[in-house]
């Protein structure tokens, strides 16, 4: 059988998460995204079996033909890479949540496509870590996205997403999380409900728990190095 240790990986994920958790006095639900790119169906199917119920994609067709070939599993998607306004057409009611939403010109084009029968989940994906090479609005600039998903009706605005650098050290991985957080916590306090902080990857996911995450997106760590 296919990733026939994946349920056992998924427990040990679990126990970090739970220690984690204790370490910086949370108690709060953390989801597992788990990511299957580059992996087949099989991949999908197996995360299903070992009990995780989210799955992430950072290309849309990849995704798309996930989605078909699984369409029996009811897993909650979510797209984690970035997306295009001419890929939109394409992901309005197919995703529980998209994750990457980091600028004005594609809020506006998703405003555009409607939601289908109910408002699309996002998150606004922040680079936090301050890389050039990174993906994600500038923490300056999210309060602007923040309203102006908050204007779009079609649109559900659930939290905030970011990518730590790619490093082993541990304090700048918890500088990066916790930035996200704090600007979290100033958006609230300004009235916006923004519940969910995904962040945290294989490399970095107990440091992201630690400092407040509630989504980890999690592919080496489960299914092994990509295909």
Known sequence: MAYEDLEERAVGVRE?????????????????????????????????????????????????????????????????GSLQRNKVRKVIGRFAMIESIDRKSLIEALSARGAGDRPQPVLVEVNCAGEVNKAGCLPVDVGALVRDIDAVPSLQLRGLMTMAPFTTDREVQRATFRRLRLLRDDLAAAGHDLPELSMGMSGDYAVAVEEGATLVRLGTVLFGERH
């Open 16 to 80: 970090i998460i739970h220690r984690a958790q204790a370490r910086g006095g949370w108690d709060h639900p953390v989801g597992i995204v788990a990511v299957t790119k580059t992996h087949g169906p099989e991949a999908v199917r197996a995360a299903w079996r070992a009990g995780l119920r989210m799955v992430g994609e950072n290309r849309v067709q990849e995704a798309l033909e996930k989605q078909e070939a699984t369409s029996d599993v009811p897993l909650e998607w979510h797209l984690i």
